[in-house]
């Protein structure tokens, strides 16, 4: 049976480093893995008065998505250093206390691009709080910090550096083990 992870990035710009980076990792993934990207331009900003009746449609199926799937994958951008509005916006509607916390042990797998040389270190850090406090099993180890991304890309903006490709599918095995681990 097949590992369902669903892969989301902190950005909502069409050439998004971090969208290269999620769509690279879910056209490499392995056969024993079903990966589906969530896009969350259509997540509203959050309001505890829209979760009163229950989640607003775009937000019950972004949650949906994220309960069904045994791991979660999220590359995230850094804004002055720090986590992107639009990601930390759906992780507060995903860890809900009013409605259901979809985030609470679920396998989850951080990483992120930026063309600084840090490659999204502090907001990683963050997200990685965050999801820690929804009650996330966030893998630890390895770290993804991809610098310099905008070197690491072709013309028609594949990623092409052999380092960050090698470095992505090692990491998506861990992962793997991460979640198998888990749910033991
Ligand atoms: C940035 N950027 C940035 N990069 C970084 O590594 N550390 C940072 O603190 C910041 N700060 C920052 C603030 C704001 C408001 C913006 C818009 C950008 C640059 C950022 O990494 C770059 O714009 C990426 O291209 C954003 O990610 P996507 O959209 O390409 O995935």
Redesign the pocket.
């Known amino acids: 049976q097949q590992l369902k992870m669903i892969g989301i990035?902190g950005?909502l710009?069409k050439d998004?480093?971090?969208?290269i980076i999620l769509r690279h990792m879910a056209e490499q993934r392995p056969d024993a893995v079903d990966f589906s990207i969530y896009d969350l331009k259509h997540i509203p900003l959050f309001n505890g008065d829209l979760e009163v009746n229950g989640d607003p449609e775009t937000v019950m199926n972004f949650k949906e998505a994220v309960e069904k799937a045994d791991g979660l994958v999220i590359v995230t951008?850094?804004?002055?250093?720090g986590v992107p509005g639009v990601l930390k916006n759906a992780l507060d509607w995903a860890a809900s206390v009013t409605n259901q916390n979809v985030l609470d042990n679920k396998p989850a797998f951080v990483l992120g691009a930026?063309?600084?040389p840090?490659g999204?270190a502090f907001a990683q850090a963050q997200v990685k709080q965050t999801l820690t406090a929804a009650g996330a099993l966030v893998l630890q180890q390895p770290e993804l910090y991809i610098g310099g991304i905008q070197n690491k890309l072709d013309k028609a903006g594949n990623l092409t550096d052999e380092k960050t490709r090698k470095a992505l599918g090692q990491s998506m095995d861990t992962f793997i083990h991460w979640i198998q681990k888990m749910n033991t």
């Open positions: 990035a950005s710009r998004s480093f971090n969208k951008p850094e804004y002055s250093h930026s063309p600084s840090l999204t």
